[in-house]
């Protein structure tokens, strides 16, 4: 077993694939979150209602059923301490169905799929998939309604060709989006001229799923392939966790069971946005005006808000690159963070991350006051560097942030690899956060 191994580790480990395998799209993820917040007593808002927030409560707010924010009112005054802010992203790079997405092909129904995000495609071939999302329905009352849906069994594949049909693929391998990852979700029978209409197949499913809901016909959809496959802990002596999504559902689980922690004496807020994976520019993305919305109904006076957001600091987590023991040039020399020991630091020159050496110096104190160690990540500079919600939400609120996250292997591949002590070391220092007075306040 990994050294740092405990019993509460693996118990947190336990709940992290649990809370995955709950959360197959950003929808789903978002009502996990929202479902371990109320029965924490945290209370949702309506963000179409008028608010009466009061320090010493918790609540949260959803929006677009895919990105939500949770708030711990601290009863000290905001002026004083400022807002611990965490913040991570519920969307994974996905397949996703297009809107007609029937093709029928010698007797083979297919659905068209767009590529959501920077997937790496290969993962996906032979692999049993299902599908998942949002659906938005029409009623007997001719009212429009949406509910989530989660197939669960492996409904659809993508069939590599067979070497013998194209020898070179071991060399020369390419994917075209369009047509090699077209899944198969069933074959006609001999005397079946009419496919199935993928709508009515959704519908049969709410059916199923949701008996008590009045549905009459399917007006649209999001529905996100996902692998049936369920997260483990693996290797030979369980140094690792095998799933999907740790990109960045991790952070999300590591940053909820943070805040449920977080006492009513200080402020603390967690934001887990939607559409990161495609630049977070929605009305729900890191991008969009939720958070900045959020601050301003909570603190409507402009100066004060003003200098309760220079008091704040922000946590962006999402996973960093763990140097591949293949692939060690990809990494600068002395900057390939390893699994298993501990949270990476993320620093860009170009502000690709939001790092600054107050953050930085901050996390790493942070850090050390809770024995939890702490690697750091620069890119190679003859390559490019990823980015995440970090610089978006300091540019758009200007709170002073950092980047960090957990090195993970394969990342955006359908099944990615983490080690077994970091997500844990990380919700450490989010709950160390969380109830920490020092907020950069060391001048
Ligand atoms: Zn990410």
Redesign the pocket.
Known sequence: MSQISSESQSQFNQELLSFIQSSPTAFHAANSIANQLVAAGFEELDEAAAWNLQAGKRYYIKRNESSIIAFVYGKKDLLETGIRMLGA?TD?PCLKVKPQPELNRKGYLQLGVEVYGGALLSPWFDRDLSLAGRVTFKTSENKIASTLIDFKQAVVSIPSLAIHLDREVNNSRTINPQKDIVPVLLQLGPEQTLAPNFKSILLAQIKQQHPQIDAVSVLDFEISLYDTQAPAIVGFQQDFIASARL??LL?CFVGLKAILQADDSVSSLLICTDH??VGSTSCCGAKGPMLQQFLERLIPETETRIRVIERSLMISA??AHGVHPNFIDRHDENHGPILNRGPVVKVNANQRYATTSETSGFFHWLCEQNQVPVQVFVARTDMGCGS?IGPIVASEVGVKTIDV?VPTFA?HSIRETAGVADAYYLYKVATAFYQSLELLNFK
């Open positions: 992203h994974s990109d960045n952070s990161e994976e999402d996973n995440t996250g990342m």
